[in-house]
């Protein structure tokens, strides 16, 4: 989610230090998000060759390569060639973070876990822009990288501090897969492009484009949004999408695992489309505020759901393969949708925009439940994920 915070401030970067282009802005966040997607296409291969453990320190490295490399750059291009190095790295982590994560939470209270693991991501949402906001604006570009090579320096030596446990995931006793490991053999030659796409979570894959396709738009324009409608503190927008991103998640993650994914992803649709026409009608504080409270509401409680969903659906070698797959969607969709709703602000503006993105959330609705009745019509119906 930080992702399109980040690049808002690399795009200031490198429109007002390095003089880019609007095609070179453009590019710094298309080029980020492949890259990204490509290192994710290619896990398995590292998975087999690596580990969990090292690939993901391997990744963490790339990122504060990346992000170290902005003390050397002297050009626009160099600098483009470091958002492909930091994406690359970024790809491979966001990853294997919920991979390594999903390990060690038991199958019984796994929406309830990934939701408290996804709070991390609300706390660095809420925190990461007003701290890189208050950074560049008294210490400039310099403090902020400098605050970015902290953060990942840290967190590089956090990783090194997970156990390397052996081959297999032991879900009853906690221990966290760090070797490769191989597919269960089932008799079949696996397809050319199992090994960079995992068939199986292909829908709550697909529903989390259209997830990041709205999410974000709202996170590109509702700071240009509300400077046009008169509101100076977009930062309590962002804080408040926040709290309710962790609130909302000690009721979500266990209804997830008592009743399934459907009571979870059908209203945490409902909620963001109630967040996104609230936005169309905002012309106040105030009004900000409530569809933050939707916004944050909705996407806190789908996003950690959708992630439980996909590692439920596959064998614990394949948790890897299918992480990629999902989060590969999903930047699909916050890339693809900063773009393509950037061009109808250009044609209706901010407030239309919003309420144009809240259609992705209805045809996220429907795709799901054709799948629910499909699946209810089957026999796999409860084995895939559906209401118990």
């Known amino acids: 989610m930080l992702q399109s915070k980040c690049c808002c401030l690399h795009f200031q970067y490198l429109q007002i230090e390095r003089g880019g282009s609007g095609s ?13 997607v490509l290192s994710r296409l290619l896990i398995s291969i590292g998975l087999r060759k690596f580990g969990k453990r090292k690939l993901l320190l391997i990744g963490v490295a790339i990122s504060l390569i990346g992000m170290t490399g902005h003390y050397a750059v002297d050009s626009i291009s160099a600098l483009l060639l470091l958002r492909v190095i930091h994406g690359f790295g970024f790809g491979i982590a966001t990853a294997l973070y919920v991979t390594l994560v999903s390990d060690v939470i038991p199958s019984a209270r796994r929406g309830e876990g990934m939701g408290y693991f996804a709070m991390g991501n609300a706390v660095s949402f809420s925190l990461g822009p007003l701290l890189g906001l208050w950074l560049l604006e008294h210490y400039n570009y310099t403090g902020l990288f400098g605050a970015g090579v902290i953060i990942l320096a840290i967190t590089l030596v956090m990783t090194l501090l997970i156990r390397k446990t052996g081959a297999q995931a032991k879900e009853s006793t ?8 191989e597919p269960h053999s089932t008799g079949k030659k696996p397809a050319a492009w199992a090994g960079i796409i995992e068939p199986k979570v292909l829908v709550p894959s697909t529903l989390g484009l259209f997830v990041g396709f709205s999410f974000g738009g709202l996170l590109s324009f509702v700071t240009l949004f509300s400077m046009e409608i008169g509101i100076k503190e977009t930062g309590y927008f962002f804080l408040v999408v926040a709290i309710s991103e962790v609130l909302i998640r000690f009721v979500s993650g266990p209804l997830f695992d008592r009743k399934g994914p459907f009571w979870v992803l059908v209203g945490a649709a409902i909620l963001c489309i109630i967040g996104c026409v609230l936005l169309y009608y905002t012309d106040s504080m105030a009004m900000l505020m409530l569809a933050g409270i939707f916004s944050g509401a909705g996407f806190g409680a789908m996003f950690p759901a959708l992630q439980a969903w996909v590692i439920n659906l596959v064998e614990p070698e394949r948790r890897g393969v299918a992480s990629a797959t999902y989060y590969n969607f999903l930047d699909i969709g916050i890339g693809f949708g900063s773009i ?5 602000v250009s044609m209706t503006g901010y407030a239309t925009m919003f309420l144009l993105s809240g259609i992705m959330y209805v045809l996220y609705l429907v795709v799901y439940l054709m799948y629910v009745l499909r699946q209810r019509s089957g026999s796999e119906w409860k084995k895939n994920g559906g209401t118990k």
């Open 340 to 344: 393509l709703l950037g061009v109808v």
């Open 24 to 36: 070179q802005i453009g590019m710094m966040l298309g080029i980020f998000t492949f890259s990204a």
């Open 174 to 181: 906690g221990t966290i897969a760090t070797e490769p490991v």
